[in-house]
């Protein structure tokens, strides 16, 4: 993608982004996302892992859970206004893009992303997958949750109000995700559950080579 469009779609999702992020500190979280995090805690626990990156953090719901694990949290997102949010409660986030993580190679032994590399195309989802790889130590489990469809296609989604900018989304078909994935490493967890038609959302877990 061109850096011109690609600065474009970066720019409308911290817009859209920066006027949701305090609301979304009050928005209960799908009860599917609730377990598999919880899951998720109890995988890291099992196997003694220490440290995890989140990627899309944004108001830092997800990171207070991981933090109260007594696990060396750090995350990122586009969103100063986020970074803002979860920085008051204490997390240690920055801003960055998935596409260039500020982290040398092999920093963390694990990563939660979720609901955000969708925002993606499909050459930076492969960009976004290659930094996960490379900031992680060999062998870490990866968690990844993005929303899905039956027809792999991308299109701006807008409200209807005009308000608030439209956001890019990328959706994949199950086996073209889970495809892109095995490039990256070896596919532990693959499930997916409605979230209103015409989508579905897709969790994984990878473990990264």
């Known amino acids: 993608m061109p850096d011109s469009a690609r600065a474009r779609r970066e720019a409308d999702l911290v817009r859209y982004y920066s006027q949701e992020a305090s609301a979304r500190t009050e928005r209960a979280l799908p009860a599917e996302r609730v377990q598999k995090l919880g899951?998720?805690?109890?995988?890291?626990?099992r196997e003694g892992r220490g440290t995890l990156l989140e990627v899309g953090c944004g108001p830092g719901r997800d990171g207070q859970r991981f933090r109260a694990a007594d696990l060396a949290y750090a995350g990122v997102?586009?969103?100063?206004?986020?970074?803002?949010?979860?920085?008051?409660?204490?997390?240690?986030?920055?801003?960055?893009?998935a596409l260039r993580l500020p982290f040398a190679d092999g920093t963390f032994d694990a990563a939660w992303t979720m609901s955000t590399l969708m925002h993606l195309d499909h050459v930076d989802l492969r960009a976004a997958l290659g930094e996960l790889v490379r900031v992680l130590a060999p062998g870490s489990p990866v968690a990844i949750g993005i929303w899905g469809a039956a027809q792999t296609h991308q299109h701006l989604l807008d409200d209807g109000t005009g308000f608030w900018p439209a956001r890019f989304f990328s959706y994949r078909t199950d086996a073209v995700l889970l495809a892109t994935l095995r490039d990256f490493g070896a596919v532990e967890e693959f499930e997916t559950?409605?979230?209103?038609?015409?989508?579905?959302?897709?969790?994984?877990?990878?473990?990264t080579p």
């Open 193 to 207: 559950w409605p979230g209103g038609e015409p989508v579905h959302y897709q969790w994984t877990v990878l473990r």
């Open 39 to 45: 899951e998720f805690l109890d995988r890291l626990a």
């Open 77 to 97: 997102d586009l969103t100063p206004v986020s970074v803002g949010i979860s920085r008051a409660q204490g997390l240690c986030v920055c801003v960055a893009s």
